[in-house]
């Protein structure tokens, strides 16, 4: 599958197979080492790691079956082949079931046992990288398509084509919500490590201590809780991309730590002696300004520049000409709908929490809403207050038209169709709640929070009355052009 050479422990009491085993694999390019005893084995797998052991079976003191066993109460990661002089098919059997990879009888040929050993080595590689693929799954989020056309994306897009297949550490800045962690999946995406792992943590969600545990793994015992071997990001991680959110607030007693593994890709597990080696490439966010963390001593300045080879500022939604707009018809798709007067108070809000808030007020609106169409009434107080004081209603909200104004005479209303008249013999309750509204609104000059107070409704419901007392004068003036023409 490789050829790669293979890290292998070889444990074998009689010195001269094992001298020639071991000249003969280095020859071919692997690294051997040799050992007399399981003790020694034992010994050896908590200082290094191994992909591959080949356990003689009988030795004096502890056997091969009983060194794979104590290897496989200790967690040991590595393939195991039992060499025995005596073969037998229960022997195999129960090697098999505690947990080795493969049997060999001697004498064997040592072409033979390279070959076993590589096939052991690729089944290692297989078996950590379906490890790998399951930790992901259960981390990894669907992939999710970067809405977005305004100018400033744009240039974040075209940034992301050059920054991905660099395999360089990037560090991404903006505020919360932007979308920084997307951007760190696209960077991914857009790099040769598409196909292998990509893995998150967020800092600022965990305790120190599960920080650097979730980062780096531990050892059994290593602290209360600690009940079993573990392995940690980086390793999961190993070969592929680690995305590192809000690693402004990554303690600084642990920022030494990240920053060795960044630059040899060596790490222990908490409570191990024994040195890993992973290859990852590490994306950064943050919605700090870190040069600022570096100047207070709240990051250490070597760190930030080892993260801070490549970085992409992500602009607030605020400054992304059109895409709220794409957005929302991104994540209102039919049958739902939203109206105008909901459509241009989003559009005009200025979104501190971003993107994230963005889809939140459509998620909420959606629960709220009577029918399929959003309306001012379903979006949040913030939302509508910034647009009363801020904007005006859109352009096609009716400014009062104090001719239309009814006045109260003999119980009726004027300028209303009644029966009597030549106007339509039934009488509409919307035109009634029309000429009442707009009364009122006349008698407030126009004043719409009074007018809503007045008539004991709120301001938004108000703001959606005139709309739709404006869209229908237009509907009838059109069929009225149209009867006419
Ligand atoms: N351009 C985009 N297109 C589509 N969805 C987006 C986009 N940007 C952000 N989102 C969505 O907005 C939400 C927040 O995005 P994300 O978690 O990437 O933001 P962040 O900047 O990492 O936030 P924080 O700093 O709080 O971790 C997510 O649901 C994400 O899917």
Redesign the pocket.
Known sequence: MTEKPIKLLLVEDEHDFRETCARWMQRKGHHVTAVASGAEALGLCEQEVFEVAVFDMNMPGMSGMELLQRVQQAKIEMEVIILTGQGTIESAVSAMKLGACDYLTKPCALGDLEHHCQLARDLGQLRKENRQLKAVISRD?PR?????KSPV?RDVTRMIEKIGPTDKPVL?Q????????????SIQLSSRLRDKPFVTI?C?ALPEQLVESELFGHTKGSFTGATADKPGLFEIADGGTLFI??IGELPLSLQPKLLRVLEDGSMRRIGSHKELRVNVRIIA???RDLSIEVRDGQFREDLFYRINVLSLH?PP?RDRDG?VDE?IH??LTPPWHIDDAAHHALVQYQWP????Q??NVLQRAMILADSNTITLDDLPDEIIHSFDGSAPLPARTPSPQPALAPHHANGQMRGIPTASSEAPATVKLDDIARAHVMDVLAQENGNKARTARRLGIHRRKLYRLLERFEANSHAEANSHAETES
Do not use: F, Q
């Not at 920084?180 to 999946?185: H, N, T, W, Y």
């Not at 929490?353 to 994230?356: D, K, S």
């Open positions: 989020r999710i398509p970067l809405i977005g994306m991404l903006g505020e919360s919500g932007t979308g920084k962690e997307v951007i760190a999946r967020n600022a959110d809000e966010a943050t919605n992500l939604l895409d957005l991104h994540y929490g971003n993107v994230r963005l889809i």
